[in-house]
């Protein structure tokens, strides 16, 4: 029986790499000169420390631009609330999303069930696997949650004929 397994899940790799070419370019930059501008990666969480807000959006903006270059959707980052730690210094921890919390997977199972294909759909863990008869109805499940799910960087893998 065909079927795919919706995940949603980061390279960590290309983040890690990411982070560090980011810490590389806070070091060199000029305006980030004698400042206490830094950017590091612990499990699955960025943590970014900084003197001000402002500076805190920078370093968000380059780590996005790094990302990007990377070829990790910057919709994996979610930002955590902003935190004063000492003297004038911020910092904000940024958590990478790796699987698909349990709401979004009963929205996903929902919407296939509601399309009425001939498919199903079963949560299974962290991740959602489809099984169909056919294999245009399996692509035809991947059109549908790409299209309704936007704001989750989805991808499908362990497609199987």
């Known amino acids: 029986m065909p079927s795919f397994d919706t995940v949603c899940e980061a390279d960590l790799v290309k983040v890690k790499n990411a982070v560090d070419n980011s810490a590389k370019e806070i070091g ?15 499990d699955k969480e960025i943590t970014v420390i900084g003197d001000a807000d402002f500076q805190l959006d920078q370093i968000a903006d380059v780590l996005r631009n790094k990302l990007t270059k990377q070829e990790v959707d910057v919709r994996f980052l979610e930002f ?11 910092k904000r921890v940024i958590k990478v999303r790796n699987g ?62």
């Open 28 to 42: 060199t930059r000029f305006d980030f000169k004698g400042t206490s501008a830094s950017i590091e990666l612990k």
């Open 80 to 90: 955590g609330d902003l935190q004063k730690i000492g003297g004038d210094k911020v």
């Open 100 to 161: 698909i919390e349990a709401e979004l997977a009963k929205k996903i199972q929902r919407l296939i069930k509601d399309s009425k294909m001939k498919v199903q759909a079963a949560i299974q863990g962290d991740a959602v696997r489809v099984t169909g008869a056919k294999r245009d109805d399996l692509q035809g499940a991947m059109a549908l949650i790409r299209k309704d799910v936007a704001d989750v960087p989805l991808s499908f893998n362990n497609f199987r004929d």
